[in-house]
Nanobody, 131 residues
Framework: QVQLVESGGGLVQAGASLRLSCAPS???????????IGWFRQAPGKEREFVAT????????YYADSVLHRFTISRDKSKNTVDLQMNSLKPEDTAVYYC?????????????????????WGQGTQVTVSS
């Protein structure tokens, strides 16, 4: 299994942008490119919810309706990371954001949108959006 580390969270005002990164640990970096990556978030008192996913090739992506046209997921092969660019942030985007990885076969939807299909998770990074 790949080991994941998220970074880039913080406290911002509504309308601002943040960029989250998901990187593999040094010991698992060589296999990172083979994994489907998903971003999920969990707000206090709520269940973990799907945000975005990207295929191992980087060709296919899929977003939750709540973030479509505001968030962009991408693979940076030079840095060996999967990034989540978040624009036009809203207070309701406040949550702990997690990246997850697994070898998911077939179309991203619905398998890659379900957190039960991922077996490698990062520790999470807090995003807080003030109004």
């Amino acid at each position: 299994q790949v080991q994941l580390v998220e970074s880039g969270g913080g406290l911002v005002q509504a309308g601002a942008s943040l960029r989250l990164s998901c990187a593999p640990s040094e010991s698992t970096k060589h296999t990172f490119i083979t994994y489907t990556i998903g971003w999920f978030r969990q707000a206090p008192g709520k269940e973990r919810e799907f945000v975005a996913t990207i295929s191992w090739s980087g060709v296919d992506t899929y977003y939750a309706d709540s973030v479509l046209h505001r968030f962009t997921i991408s693979r940076d092969k030079s840095k060996n990371t999967v990034d989540l660019q978040m624009n036009s942030l809203k207070p309701e985007d406040t949550a702990v954001y997690y990246c997850a990885a697994d070898h998911i076969v077939g179309p991203l939807v619905p398998k890659a949108t379900l957190h039960d299909n991922y077996h490698s998770w990062g520790q999470g990074t807090q995003v807080t959006v003030s109004s």
